[in-house]
Nanobody, 118 residues
Framework: QEQLVESGGGLVQAGDSLRLSCAAS????VGWFRQSPGKERVFVAF???????VYEDSVQGRFTISRDNLKNTVMLQLDSVKVEDTAVYHC????????????????WGQGTQVTVSS
């Protein structure tokens, strides 16, 4: 099995922008999830094999998921970030079930930390 690799996290101020990358060896449907200490992993965004996006309500209009077909990577553009966006961001390969559930994914990466200061 393949393990996806996330990158691009860092420390930013509220209102700033950041772009995360998820590298894979093939063109998969990919979802982005995030997890804060003591909390469960929650859905952020998904991109299908036809490049149709799905977003969680709290990031709708602020985050944009896209695909770089030449590099087999999926990007997550974070704009107008909020302190509440602070989390470890993970990407996974979608396999089955609801795209909003982390249990339908596999090949999770180690994650990349996004910290938003006020």
């Amino acid at each position: 099995q393949e393990q996806l690799v996330e990158s691009g996290g860092g420390l930013v101020q509220a209102g700033d922008s950041l772009r995360l990358s998820c590298a894979a060896s093939r063109r998969y449907p990919v979802g982005w999830f995030r997890q804060s200490p003591g909390k469960e992993r929650v859905f952020v965004a998904f991109i299908s094999w036809t490049d149709d996006p799905v977003y969680e309500d709290s990031v709708q209009g602020r985050f944009t998921i896209s695909r770089d077909n030449l590099k087999n990577t999926v990007m997550l553009q974070l704009d107008s970030v909020k302190v509440e966006d602070t989390a470890v961001y993970h990407c996974g390969r979608y396999v089955r079930g609801s795209v909003r559930s982390p249990f339908g994914y596999e090949s999770w990466g180690q994650g990349t930390q996004v910290t938003v200061s006020s």
